[in-house]
């Protein structure tokens, strides 16, 4: 089988194109910039303005859509309207399966970025390409940048009470082989790590991997934001789950480093 991956380069793209290949697809991989990779085939397109898409999906059996643009005013032109035009133009190229990778909780927290990805879905699943959206939990990588970002100031800022669920995304990249493997679902199926944790828990284990004093510092979310994160709006209870867990990540991240 021949897989198109777009948001090759990003951090689940990374992850995806080895397990792919080592699964015994033929991958080509797509970004905005040219790459030079004698591990695969790379190709220049641009899901936001449409450049190259025609190119890119034809001959190819199924295409694995990781691009996104989080948090951007371009946000809806690339993960929306962008998402269009690739399934239009995959189904013009007769692809047989179309898999978007998405967020879990983007049907019930209340956030910009979310309901564009859900948007997105809806996207996909209107469209003229068989289809499977996977929805993955958070990435630890994700979690350590942002636990990074809320204790620049000294103390970790953030709301205790606030449940999160990571998936290592390799774990991620395996599941999204079987799928491909298995064919259109016509439907969602959601994917996340084997532990569902405070974000007082995430931060107590990040601090002891790194050797850090630093204190948390409370910050209630407020709003129907803050309730519905507390009431695992981030969380799944699908299965199968992953099965390497914060710890591990911050084993490999910081074991034996004492950096703060």
């Known amino acids: 089988m021949k897989v198109l991956v777009t948001g090759a380069g990003g951090m689940l793209g990374r992850a995806v194109l080895p397990r792919l290949r080592a699964d015994g697809f033929d991958v080509r991989a797509m970004s905005r910039r040219p790459r030079h990779d004698p591990a695969a085939e790379w190709v220049v397109a641009d899901v ?47 692809v047989a399966h179309l898999v978007y990778v998405s967020i879990v909780g983007v049907d019930r927290v209340p956030y910009a970025y979310y309901r564009h990805k859900l948007a997105a879905e809806r996207v996909v699943a209107a469209g003229p390409v068989p289809w499977t959206v996977l929805r993955a939990t958070q990435f630890p990588p994700f979690l350590d940048a942002l636990l990074r970002a809320a204790s620049r100031l000294g103390p970790v800022i953030g709301d205790p009470a606030v449940l ?12 999204l082989s079987e799928r491909l493997t298995a064919g259109p679902l016509g439907g969602i199926e959601e994917y996340g790590g084997p532990q569902v944790l405070r974000f007082d828990e995430a931060v107590r284990a990040w601090r002891a991997a790194r050797g850090s004093r630093r204190p948390l510092l409370p910050v209630r979310i407020p709003g129907r934001l803050g309730s519905t994160l507390r009431a695992g709006g981030l969380t799944t209870t699908a299965t199968p789950t992953g099965r390497r867990t914060w710890a591990d990540h911050l084993a490999d991240t910081y074991g034996g480093t004492g950096r703060r």
């Open 48 to 94: 936001e303005t449409g450049v190259g898409l025609a190119e890119a999906v034809d001959g190819v059996d199924a295409v694995l859509h990781l691009a996104s643009l989080p948090n951007s005013r371009r946000t809806h032109r690339v993960d929306v309207l962008g998402t269009r035009d690739l399934a239009v133009a995959a189904g013009a190229a007769g």
């Open 164 to 175: 999160a669920q990571p998936v290592d995304q390799h774990e991620v990249a395996g599941r």
